[in-house]
């Protein structure tokens, strides 16, 4: 079984940067897509950002556009999404998640997604 493990959330204000991580349990680096995703309360779980397996491509959400920037080390299983110039509406629980199908879809469906990390808290205060 994988687990994706996230931490670096926490409350900041708005304009400050925080950096986002998530391990997995076990070796990624052959064809997953990850993507990060967020919920705030009583909405919707919603599509950030997503990076294919070798990183030669990605996709942002376009609230997230210029401000987000979704990298991976395969050789230390994890991701990162670091986030700058962040804005009260980024407050939320953010999400890791794995898609283990082979190949270079950069999903933005939750439901396409295999494995989920636990969340981590992310608030920003204005």
């Known amino acids: 079984q994988v687990q994706l493990v996230e931490s670096g959330g926490g409350l900041v204000q708005a304009g400050a940067s925080l950096r986002l991580s998530c391990v997995a349990s076990?070796?990624?680096?052959?064809?997953?897509?990850m993507g990060w995703f967020r919920q705030a309360p009583g909405k919707e779980r919603e599509f950030v950002a997503a990076?294919?397996?070798?990183?030669?491509?990605?996709a942002y959400a376009d609230s997230v556009k210029g401000r987000f920037t979704i990298s991976r080390d395969n050789a230390k299983n994890t991701v990162f999404l670091q986030m700058n110039s962040l804005k009260p509406e980024d407050t939320a629980v953010y999400y890791c998640?794995?898609?283990?199908?082979?190949?270079?879809?950069?999903?933005?469906?939750?439901?396409?997604?295999?494995?989920w990390g636990q969340g981590t808290q992310v608030t920003v205060s204005s």
């Open positions: 998640a794995a898609d283990t199908t082979p190949g270079l879809r950069l999903p933005r469906l939750p439901s396409l997604y295999d494995y």
């Open positions: 990076i294919s397996w070798l990183s030669s491509t990605t």
């Open positions: 076990e070796h990624t680096s052959g064809t997953w897509t």
